[in-house]
């Protein structure tokens, strides 16, 4: 039995009442909360002193993609460079007050060295869900993952997309995934190309998502599909998916957002991965650069930058995939009516940054997402609660994460400011608790 610990001089958001309540306090053992209170506290055990600030439960990104290594050469230095920046993509979660994460494709190897690091203490990161590697048809979106020959397989523990052609190869790659620890099965509908002077990437057949979506029951497991388009949306409701991963870049029908609605599926819309590319990060040639990259890494990602500034000829991208510049903004701003449109007709929307699923996806800055979904017409408690509770349910952890309350896990964020009249003081974390455990500490 752990030692109990009072956090006491706290104005608290529970996550579920659209108030911060001054003067409250928070009892904490064996890794959970004990009781939540208000007024004179409770004088044995630990005391700390949170100085009247606002505390919010533990924030969850629901898509992630923590193996990033923002490099794009498998030259020695990035290679070297690519443990310290997972450690340090784990490290900005904890540091933005992000406790939990879904992860949405990655190599089971990889996936079982982030975890071990966090779970042994190597590394301060996120408790981590997973879906180990994504599943679907050879030259899908992503395109630009490939199918690793097998020395740089064995390298990084396996494939992070899994292509396959029949229902029985799709049912023996649900199989292996959830035998090597996945949470969560994941796969694409994407029949429309976002990458400049790109054909168009194939989808699986009808009897191949009816196989996933079988056996990922058959093991347990829920479903989430990456989509881009109103096609992948219809698909996704069709099929019955338990989450849809971004949002259509192009328009959605009433009728869509309806079935939806009626099928009660959840929606991750992923903005601010999009939203990075639209807005280029200026940010990124000062000294702010240094607290998301480590040096190789920044300095790669620096370069694509100025390759962005200068503009992507079409010889450029004939050679590599590159993001088409000339519609994106439009389709952002669909993107971003779509969400708007779905949160009033009463859809779940959860909080998702993509973090490592592009050049300028940094991981730590899940206030821009928050803020991102309060521009689509979110009070800033419906987009906190996006990333708290709503994140929770989604994930299937409500009964553990989300909110702060007797019973659940001691997974909290202290802040400077009020997040509910100014989302900026998100950006000013200043203690975080996971499980229990002072995991971060700046001026407290």
């Known amino acids: 039995m752990t030692a109990t610990r009072i956090f006491h001089s706290v104005a608290l958001f529970d996550g579920i009442s659209p108030q911060v309540r001054p003067n409250c306090w928070l009892e904490v053992a064996d890794g959970c909360i004990q009781r939540v209170g208000g007024g004179p506290h409770p004088q044995s055990g ?8 606002t505390v919010i439960p533990g924030l969850i990104d629901a898509h992630v993609h923590l193996a990033y290594p923002f490099t794009t050469r498998l030259d020695p230095v990035s290679v070297l460079a690519a443990t310290s920046q997972m450690k340090l993509n784990l490290a900005n979660c904890i540091r933005s007050g992000v406790t939990t994460v879904r992860d949405v494709a990655c190599t089971p190897g990889l996936m079982r060295k ?60 649900v199989r292996r995934m959830v035998a090597q620890g996945a949470d969560w099965i994941k796969t694409t509908h994407t029949d429309k190309s976002t990458w ?18 079988d056996e990922a029951r058959r093991q347990n497991r829920p479903v989430a599909m990456h989509q881009l388009w109103v096609s992948g949306f219809r698909k996704a409701v069709e099929l019955g998916v338990d989450s849809m ?38 940010w990124l ?8 990259l480590c040096p190789e890494p920044l300095k790669q990602t620096r370069g694509i930058l100025a390759i962005y500034r200068e503009g992507i000829t079409p010889e450029m991208a004939k050679k590599g995939y590159y993001d088409d510049l000339s519609k994106l903004p439009r389709w952002f701003s669909v993107m971003m009516e779509n969400v708007g449109r779905l949160h009033r007709a009463g859809a779940t929307v959860g909080c998702g940054t993509d973090s490592g699923g592009a050049a ?32 929770a349910r989604i994930l299937r952890l409500d009964d553990k994460l989300g909110t702060i309350e007797p019973g659940k896990l001691a997974d909290f964020v202290a802040l400077d400011g009020d997040p509910l009249k100014d989302t900026t003081a998100l950006r000013r974390v200043r203690a975080v608790v996971k499980g229990g455990a002072i995991v971060h500490r700046e001026g407290v």
């Open 46 to 53: 630990e005391m700390i002193d949170l100085g009247g600030r």
């Open 114 to 173: 982030l975890k071990g690091w966090v779970e042994k203490g190597d590394v301060i990161g996120p408790r981590i869900v997973c879906t180990n590697a994504m599943i679907l048809p050879p030259g899908g979106m992503p395109e630009i993952v490939p199918t690793f020959p097998w020395p740089i397989s064995l390298l990084v523990g396996g494939q992070a997309a899994e292509r396959v052609r029949t229902p029985d190869q799709v049912r023996d790659a």
């Open 196 to 213: 400049m002077n790109r054909p168009d990437p194939p989808v699986f057949d009808d009897t191949c998502f009816e196989a996933l979506v």
């Open 245 to 282: 991963e971004h949002a259509p870049l192009d328009a959605l029908a009433d009728e869509d957002i309806a079935r939806m609605v009626d099928a009660g599926i959840p929606i991750v819309p992923t903005l601010e991965v999009f939203a990075s590319i639209v807005n280029l990060p200026d």
């Open 285 to 292: 040639d000062t000294a702010e650069g240094e607290d998301y």
């Open 360 to 391: 300028f996806a940094f991981f730590g800055r899940i206030h821009a997402e928050i803020d991102n979904l309060v521009k689509v017409g979110m009070t800033p408690f419906e987009a906190l609660r996006s990333a708290t509770a709503v994140n």
